[in-house]
Each structure stands twice: as C-alpha cells, then as structure tokens.
C-alpha cells in the first residue's frame, strides 16, 4: 500500500475520552481481602476506564479512578475522581501518595512527560492486543496475589477463541474495514489495533495490511472502494451518537459508499463502544460473541 494514500496516525491524536465536570471527591477506598487472599497494601490508581474494569476483575481495591461519562464498577464507588485519563490531574494523584499509577501504553507519548515532571512513576500498560493483555493480567495476577481470579479470567478468553476457532473452520473468511470514528472525522483501523485484533480473532480479514505497527491510518475512500470489503464495522468513539449520526451522514451524501459490496448487502455494523474500545478490556467473551455473529451470520456459520 502507497504512503501516499494512506497516512499513519498515532491513538493520541483522536479526541478518545469525554470529559465530565469532577464529582465531589471522596477519601480513598479501605483496603480488604478476597477469598481468604491476602490483603492488598498497595496503594494504586487506574487512570483509565479499561484498567479500572480490570482491577475489579482482579477483586483489587483502587485510591483513584477516572472521570468518565461509562459506569465504574460499583466496587469503587466514592473513590476520589483524578481527571480525564488524557489529562489526568497530577495533583490530585499526588496527594493520594500511590505506589502504582497505571495508564495504557497507547496514551504513553501524550503521558510519560507530563507523569515524570510531576514526579509520578506511571506504569503503562499494554492492551492493544488480546495477548497482550493477557500477559499483563498474569503479571498482576502474580503481582498481587490475585492468581485465580486473574486464571480465571484468561481462561474465559482462551475457551471463547478455541469456540470460534472450531465454529469457523473451514468457511470463507470474509474481508472487513474498521472505521474509527470521533466527533468531526474518521480513521481506518489496521489489524495492529485493538478492534483489529479482535476482528483476526474472530476469523475476519482486515482490508488494511502492512503499515508498520500503526495502528490507525488517514481514510482514502477511493482505495478504500477497491478493496471492496465484504463487511464494514464502525466504531463510535468520544461522543457515541454524535458520531454515528456523522457516519450516518458520511454515507448517505458520499456517493462512493452504494459502490462497496457491504453497503449494497447491508452488511455495515455499528459497534458497542462498551464492548470494542480503542485498548483492550475485560469484555473480549461479549465482544468475540458480536463479531462472530456480525461476519459469520448464523445462516453461514451453522
């Protein structure tokens, strides 16, 4: 594929997260055991919405959490709120005196200045593959003495991928096109990002190939067309609705979309932001459930 038709992009350079006004702020939460498991006596903090959902997978207690307009786990209920995750307030983690801040390694470059500067030792974590995130799961789960709830969790994601494994053997993979979309405009997702991921887990072929590790790239409608993917995915991020009805709006006036095979089959798919985020998170069982049934339809796949 040419540069020239398609430019890289960086997930920092999408508006990902949208702010809400910061809540009351409340003391942080007390630490407890689990299971008859130790207690926890690290003081931690989860900066984004994904490693907030993982902690509470892991059964571990949190001293901050993010402003997020999602719902938290009600385990951390009246946690003090530290900001945005791409701005997170670096006072306010501070004051809670942490022993483990962590961030995800696709808000790394935005981050690691800002989090040395303020004298905080971030760790970013990489969930921008199932394997990925399956390593740090284990890891954690070793760190803090959460071995069988982390165990559990990857075996959940192993059993759901041998399923699909064994559901699409033999059939037709089809070809797929992401779109990453936010409030204003839209990238294509390669197979190096988290949705990508996930589309290969579940048998689809990503039209976007070979881009040296980027994750996202600038849209070329025109080449785009030529691949004619059998099946299109959007993915709505930010502001949901404001960019589905974007997407919505991109499709009915650009003439060149009744030419893709997928429009003209109906097979253009809006995704869940809960379930497909721009990193990985808990919910790969639901998410693979979605995609299966989004490219192999019942009808071709039974």
Same mark, same amino acid.
């Given at each position: 594929?040419?540069?020239?038709?398609? $430019?890289?992009?960086? $997930?920092?350079? %999408?508006?990902?997260?949208?702010?809400?006004?910061?809540?009351?702020?409340?003391?942080?939460?007390?630490?407890?055991?689990?299971?008859?498991?130790?207690?926890?006596?690290?003081? /931690?903090?989860?900066?984004?919405?994904?490693?907030?959902?993982?902690?509470?997978? $892991?059964?571990?207690?949190?001293?901050?959490?993010?402003?997020?307009?999602?719902?938290?786990?009600?385990?951390?209920?009246?946690?003090?709120?530290?900001?945005?995750?791409?701005?997170?307030?670096?006072?306010?983690?501070?004051?809670?005196?942490?022993?483990?801040?962590?961030? /995800?390694?696709? $808000?790394?470059?935005?981050?690691?200045?800002?989090?040395?500067?303020?004298?905080?030792? @971030?760790?970013?974590?990489?969930?921008?593959?199932?394997?990925?995130?399956?390593?740090?799961?284990?890891?954690?789960?070793?760190?803090?003495?959460?071995?069988?709830?982390?165990?559990?969790?990857?075996?959940?994601?192993?059993?759901?991928?041998?399923?699909?494994?064994?559901?699409?053997?033999? %059939?037709?993979?089809?070809?797929?096109?992401?779109?990453?979309?936010?409030?204003?405009?839209?990238?294509?997702?390669? *197979?190096?990002?988290?949705?990508?991921?996930?589309?290969?887990?579940?048998?689809?072929?990503?039209?976007?190939?070979?881009?040296?590790? #980027?994750?996202?790239?600038?849209?070329?409608?025109?080449?785009?067309?030529? @691949?004619?993917?059998?099946?299109?995915?959007?993915?709505?991020?930010?502001?949901?609705? *404001?960019?589905?009805?974007?997407?919505? *709006?991109?499709?009915?006036?650009?003439?060149?979309?009744?030419?893709?095979? @997928?429009?003209?089959?109906?097979?253009?798919?809006?995704?869940?932001?809960?379930?497909?985020?721009?990193?990985?998170?808990?919910?790969?069982? *639901? #998410?693979?459930?979605?995609?299966?049934?989004? %490219?192999?339809?019942?009808?071709?796949?039974?």
């Amino acid at each position: 594929m040419k540069k020239s038709l398609l $430019l890289s992009f960086s $997930l920092s350079s %999408l508006v990902l997260f949208a702010c809400q006004p910061m809540v009351e702020q409340a003391g942080p939460a007390e630490d407890k055991s689990h299971n008859g498991e130790s207690e926890q006596e690290e003081r /931690v903090i989860a900066t984004t919405v994904s490693t907030t959902e993982l902690a509470d997978a $892991l059964e571990l207690e949190l001293v901050g959490i993010p402003t997020s307009y999602k719902d938290l786990p009600t385990r951390y209920e009246g946690v003090t709120e530290i900001g945005n995750p791409m701005s997170p307030d670096m006072e306010t983690i501070r004051s809670l005196q942490p022993d483990s801040v962590w961030s /995800v390694t696709t $808000l790394q470059v935005d981050l690691e200045d800002p989090f040395l500067q303020a004298g905080v030792d @971030a760790d970013f974590l990489d969930l921008q593959s199932v394997e990925s995130m399956t390593d740090e799961i284990l890891q954690m789960g070793e760190a803090y003495d959460r071995r069988e709830q982390a165990t559990s969790l990857i075996d959940s994601f192993t059993e759901k991928i041998e399923q699909v494994e064994n559901e699409t053997k033999g %059939l037709q993979p089809p070809s797929v096109l992401i779109l990453m979309g936010v409030p204003g405009s839209y990238l294509v997702a390669t *197979e190096h990002s988290y949705i990508g991921d996930l589309v290969r887990l579940a048998g689809g072929i990503n039209v976007i190939q070979g881009e040296n590790e #980027a994750e996202y790239l600038a849209s070329n409608t025109e080449y785009l067309q030529q @691949a004619n993917p059998d099946v299109i995915l959007r993915a709505a991020h930010g502001m949901p609705r *404001e960019v589905i009805d974007m997407f919505n *709006e991109e499709f009915q006036t650009n003439d060149i979309w009744k030419h893709f095979n @997928a429009v003209k089959t109906d097979r253009v798919y809006d995704l869940e932001e809960l379930l497909f985020g721009t990193t990985g998170n808990i919910a790969v069982v *639901e #998410a693979l459930d979605e995609l299966q049934k989004m %490219l192999y339809p019942r009808n071709e796949s039974r």
